[in-house]
């Protein structure tokens, strides 16, 4: 199986902070990767496919890249509905699987 | 407007047996996989397998691999997810997921709200 870390696990950050949050693959995925973000008793919510293309509706603060084994998520200046957990997932080979999360909190 | 509409709230008994469901509507259900999604209580999310509607061709995470059955009816565009004995373990949000095979970028696009399944005696 591909495992996928995620860096960090949690992270407290201002409103109108620049963001990174890292998914590390054991191996390479070309560029088969999702990003997604959930808010407490809610489904996740695609925002990245295909490493760095942004999914229809989601504001253009969010970003991705990376290829290979390396991918960043980026928020630029960061909003009060961004806090949410974020998720990576890779699509590259079976199993798919997911990051641990990384846990956005209000500091 | 494509939907995915999981069924209710399941409680059960450890050892019952369970069938959950999710009905996709607004596209061609056969074109697309639908994937399944497990999350634990305050925990994260857990990938555990796939179906493509049109021959049911199913593939499994190994960690769910005979611990569930995917399953599909194309007739009726619905995917299940089916137990045949409970354990307290399985208690979790159980979701399901549009999981690519269409036109474009349609892998993990559209989820849906999820089905809460508590087993507890």
């Known amino acids: 199986d591909i495992q996928m870390t995620q860096s960090p696990s949690s992270l407290s950050a201002s409103v109108g902070d620049r963001v990174t949050i890292t998914c590390r693959a054991s191996?390479?995925?070309?560029?088969?990767l999702n990003w997604y973000q959930q808010k407490p008793g809610k489904a996740p919510k695609r925002l990245i496919y295909?490493?760095?293309s942004l999914q229809s509706g989601v504001p253009s603060r969010f970003s991705g890249s990376g290829s290979g084994t390396e991918f960043t998520l980026t928020i630029s200046s960061l909003q009060p509905e961004d806090f949410a957990t974020y998720y990576c997932?890779?699509?590259?080979?079976?199993?798919?699987?997911f990051g641990q999360g990384t846990k956005l909190e209000i500091k | 407007e494509v939907q995915l509409v999981q069924s209710g709230t399941e409680v059960k008994k450890p050892g019952e047996s369970l069938k959950i469901s999710c009905k996709g509507s607004?596209?061609?259900?056969?074109?697309?996989?639908i994937g399944w999604v497990r999350q634990m209580p305050g925990k994260g999310l857990e990938w555990m397998g796939i179906?493509?509607?049109?021959?049911?061709?199913?593939r499994y995470s190994p960690s769910f691999q005979g611990q569930v059955t995917i399953s599909a009816d194309k007739s009726i565009s619905t995917a299940y997810l089916q137990w045949s004995s409970l354990k307290a373990s399985d208690t979790a949000m159980y979701y399901c997921?549009?999981?690519?095979?269409?036109?474009?970028?349609?892998?993990?696009?559209?989820w849906g709200k999820g089905t809460t399944v508590t087993v507890s005696s």
């Open positions: 191996q390479g995925i070309r560029n088969d």
């Open positions: 997921a549009r999981w690519g095979g269409g036109l474009g970028p349609v892998l993990g696009d559209v």
């Open positions: 997932l890779q699509h590259n080979s079976y199993p798919h699987t």
């Open positions: 607004g596209y061609t259900f056969t074109s697309c996989w």
């Open positions: 179906i493509y509607p049109d021959d049911s061709d199913t």
């Open positions: 295909a490493a760095s």
